[in-house]
């Protein structure tokens, strides 16, 4: 599944926007699904968000339905995250991760290639 590597992170305030990159060295992203998964301060990591890299379907969690959009670039082999309407609840540590989607994905079950993590931090 190659090596991740996450970009894009940042201080930002409330409701303000960052967009995440993915971006894979050494395989071909577009294998593999890809999901988001993010680490709050003093909580376990929990995946939020995944595409499926046959049909390009996309589920979210609801505390970042409607605010944040999954995409993928398989020329570029690089997944994006747009983050919009920011709140202080999301900050923490982004990671992607490249497998299948399983159940219990949202621990990380199916996704064998994990990036570093990206700081994302929330404030005003």
């Known amino acids: 599944q190659g090596q991740l590597v996450e970009s894009g992170g940042g201080l930002v305030q409330p409701g303000g926007s960052l967009t995440l990159s993915c971006a894979a060295s050494?395989?071909?992203?577009?294998?593999?699904?890809i999901a988001w998964f993010r680490q709050a301060p003093g909580k376990e990591r929990e995946g939020i968000l995944w595409?499926?890299?046959?049909?390009?379907?996309?589920y979210y969690k609801d505390s970042v339905k409607g605010r944040f959009t999954a995409s993928r670039d398989n020329a570029k082999n690089t997944a994006y995250l747009q983050m919009n309407s920011l709140k202080f609840e999301d900050t923490g540590v982004y990671y992607c991760?490249?497998?299948?989607?399983?159940?219990?994905?949202?621990?990380?079950?199916?996704?064998?290639?994990w990036g570093q993590g990206t700081q994302v931090t929330v404030s005003s």
């Open positions: 991760a490249a497998g299948f989607v399983s159940s219990s994905w949202d621990r990380g079950r199916g996704f064998g290639s």
């Open positions: 050494g395989s071909t992203l577009d294998f593999y699904d």
């Open positions: 595409i499926k890299t046959n049909d390009g379907s996309t």
